[in-house]
Each structure stands twice: as structure tokens, then as C-alpha cells.
């Protein structure tokens, strides 16, 4: 069980002191408090933002894992956590709490837009779906595919996974900030396809990477979920009864051998959706909690990789899949998918954009950082095979997102007026 003394609650005192000192007089004009919550409520607003703290907080983790910190981050991580009573409680590493337990937040979240989307956004009608369904299932099967011919035969071959994902808080930050003239039309397109992706990543997860399933287990999760399916039929507007059948849910499929995350995603389809609803509530409560919270706490928990050493695993199997599909396979999913149905029904490409516009969309698809790790943790059997899968999901997420700026800023310069 992890204890924390009070000689290391008084040096969190004294640090957090020294940094208070440090920010009052290096930034005095701070001190007001309308400017600092103005800057702030600005900084939040702005549509490329989580992906600026996901990116400070992963290279933060790397930093942290090569420096004389690697083992008392590795300490932490492992450190065992009880939740409960000895004789009934749940104990875990801090690394599986935030994995299995925090990350949950994420997936509720991503639940509620998910539902919030095909009922009233982008993906509500068919003919306004089928292209990012489309281009988001082209998307996953081609660098599934091409994972899959790199490891067929070798132990590493379930990894096959760890590619289909697209982070949509990194892929929409890096549009945001070096397409600002790209279409709108494609942004949003970018958008649904990630939506569409996670999706498919929880489908994934929950077929391929749970093991060992106890189906008593499972049908008590699944009770406790119908059960948060009734206070929805009943129109119950309170959070408190969905959570408490969330949590039990969570229990179960914790037990079960299904990734308890699922059980986030679930109960997200079952909060009451419409204008002013409990949904609309909760996932303008809970949004920046989960992009600038629980996802930086993931980077910071799963991102630090050891690099000494290990840069030339990259070139191996693990590596070799995970690179191609990323970086090769996602625009070419992505933008096949998009040709084929232009072609099939004589519509235009999103947003009416250029192909090397929709070229560099397909290539920032190949930033796969936060799904990807998820599903690299599941898949991967040892410590190492890990380490190279997440390292070698670091390196395709850069070369996707260069890969995507330099093909927009050439499209710029080609047409610039």
C-alpha cells in the first residue's frame, strides 16, 4: 500500500511554496484575479489546447523516464494502492488506477459525445456519416493490416490494435494550428472520423483484449447498466443514481476480465441527451476535466520510455508495424476510403478541400498517441515489447503530425493568391 509520511507532506508544502514565491514575482501582474482567470478561460477555449498539454505532459514523461528521476518514477508507478477495507477493498499499482480506474472519466466522456453526435451532430443523418464511417473503417483496417503482415507468425502479432487509433486531441490541435485556412468542412470531417475511430477502438478493446471473461461478472455489469438504461427511460435527471449503477458496473467488468473502461463508455450512452439535458450537463462538466486532467495524467503515467539503447528497436517487428500503419497506413485508409466513395456516388471531398489538403488530413490521422498506448498496454504480454510499442507509437505520432504540417503548408504555398 502506498503511504505518504509527513516529512514528504511537509516538502510538498515547502515546494509548493517555493513555486507559489517563484510565480508571484516572476508574473506579479498576475495577481489579479480577473486577468489570470481571463487568460486562463482563454487558454481552455482554445481548440488546440489539449493537445498543447497532452504534448507538454508526454515530453515531460520522457524527460522524467532518462533522467536520475527513472527509478523513482518507476517506484511511483508500481507503488500498490488499496481502495476499501483490507479484508474488502480493490488494490492495484497507481500505473493500473489511472489506466483502469481514472481513464474511465475519459471514456464516459468520449460515451457521451459518441451518443451526442449520432443524435444530433455531424453524424446524425446517413449521407452526412457515410464518408467519415467510411474513411474512419478504412482508417483501421489498413494499418491493422499492414501491423498484422509485419508480425503474422511472431508473439507480437496481437498488436494489431495499436495503430487503428487516431488521438483526436493532438490531430485537431495540429490542424488548428497550421491549417487555420483549411476548409471547415474538413476540420469537421477530421472530427467525425476520430469519433467514429474511438469508437471502433472501444468495439476492439472490448472483443480483442479482454481475456479470461467470468460471465457472472459480466451479466452483473450489465444489469447495473440496464438498470442506469431504466432511470433514463424514467427521465431521472439526477447524476447520482447513473453513477452509483456506473460504479457497480465498473466493479463488474473490473472482475469480469473486461476492461473496466468499457463500462465508462456505456454508461455515457445511457445519460438522457437533448437541450439542457443531464448529457449536455455533465459532459460540459467533465470535458475539461478529462482534457486537461485525466489525459495529461495518462501521457505522464504511460509516455515515459527509456530511450537509451532503444532507439534501434524501433526497427524491429513491434516498431516496423506500428510506424507503417500509422504513418503509412491511416492517410492511405483514410484517403482511399474518401476517393472510393467520391467516386461511387460523385460527391466532393469534405469541406470541398484539395487532395493535398485531404492528403495531410489522412497523414495527421496517423497520430495515434493516447489510444494507441491504451491499447499497446493490453496488448503487449512483456515489459519490453511494451516499451518499444510505446516508443515506436511516440515516433509515428511525430513523423504523422510533421508529416501533416509540411503537406498543408506546401498545399498553402501552392495556392497562395
Keep these: 500500500m502506498f503511504i505518504i509520511t509527513k516529512i514528504e507532506v511537509y516538502q510538498y508544502i515547502i ?3 517555493i513555486i507559489k514565491l517563484l510565480f508571484n514575482g516572476i508574473f506579479p501582474f498576475l495577481k489579479k484575479e480577473y486577468v489570470l482567470k481571463k487568460l486562463i478561460n482563454s487558454f481552455i477555449n482554445h481548440e488546440a489546447a489539449g493537445g498543447m498539454i497532452l504534448l507538454f ?9 532518462n533522467s536520475p528521476l527513472a527509478h523513482f518514477y518507476e517506484h511511483l508507478l508500481h ?6 477495507f483490507s479484508s474488502f477493498g480493490i488494490e492495484m499499482s497507481f500505473l493500473h488506477w489511472i489506466n483502469d480506474g481514472l481513464m474511465v472519466i475519459f471514456f464516459f466522456v468520449v460515451g457521451m459525445e459518441i451518443k451526442r453526435e449520432f443524435l444530433y451532430g455531424e453524424l446524425k443523418s446517413l449521407s452526412a456519416t457515410i464518408m467519415p464511417i467510411t474513411a474512419a473503417i478504412g482508417g483501421m483496417i489498413v494499418p491493422a493490416i499492414l501491423y498484422f503482415a509485419v508480425n503474422a507468425g511472431l508473439p507480437t502479432a496481437g498488436g494489431w490494435g ?17 491549417a487555420r485556412n483549411a476548409p471547415p468542412g474538413l476540420v469537421v470531417f477530421l472530427t467525425a472520423l476520430a469519433i467514429v475511430d474511438d469508437l471502433g477502438a472501444i468495439v476492439v478493446i472490448a472483443l480483442f483484449y479482454s481475456t479470461d471473461v467470468s460471465f457472472i461478472a459480466l451479466a452483473s455489469g450489465l444489469a447495473a447498466l440496464l438498470v442506469a438504461f431504466i432511470f433514463n427511460r424514467m427521465k431521472v435527471k439526477s447524476f447520482i443514481p447513473y453513477l452509483l449503477a456506473g460504479l457497480v458496473a465498473w466493479y463488474a467488468f473490473l472482475n469480469a476480465g473486461i476492461h473496466p473502461t468499457i463500462a465508462g463508455v456505456l454508461l455515457g450512452f445511457t445519460i438522457p441527451a437533448g437541450e439542457n439535458s443531464l448529457l449536455e450537463k455533465l459532459e ?4 475539461p476535466w478529462s482534457s486537461f486532467f485525466v489525459m495529461p495524467v495518462f501521457a505522464l503515467a504511460n509516455a515515459g520510455v527509456s530511450v537509451s539503447g532503444g532507439i534501434g528497436d524501433i526497427f524491429s517487428p513491434i516498431g ?3 510506424i507503417l500503419g500509422l504513418c503509412v497506413g491511416k492517410p492511405l485508409g483514410i484517403c482511399g476510403a474518401v476517393m472510393l466513395i467520391k467516386k461511387l456516388f460523385k460527391g466532393d471531398i469534405p469541406g470541398k478541400a484539395r487532395k493535398l489538403q ?8 496517423g497520430i495515434g498517441f493516447t489510444m494507441s498506448i491504451f491499447i499497446a498496454s493490453l496488448a503487449m504480454d512483456t515489459p519490453h515489447h511494451l516499451e518499444v510499442a510505446k516508443l515506436s507509437i511516440l515516433c509515428a505520432s511525430l513523423i504523422s503530425g510533421i508529416i501533416g504540417m509540411v503537406l498543408f503548408k506546401v498545399d498553402e504555398k501552392l495556392h497562395k493568391s
Design 162 to 178: 495499436i495503430p487503428m487509433a487516431t488521438d483526436i486531441a493532438f490531430a485537431l490541435g495540429v490542424i488548428m494550428l497550421v
Design 57 to 65: 505532459f508526454a515530453v515531460l514523461a520522457l524527460i522524467i523516464a
Design 79 to 84: 507503488q500498490e494502492i488499496t481502495l476499501g
Design 358 to 365: 485531404l492528403i495531410a488530413t489522412g497523414a495527421l490521422g
Design 320 to 322: 516496423i508495424g506500428i
Design 284 to 287: 460540459h462538466a467533465l470535458a
Design 15 to 17: 515546494f509548493y511554496d
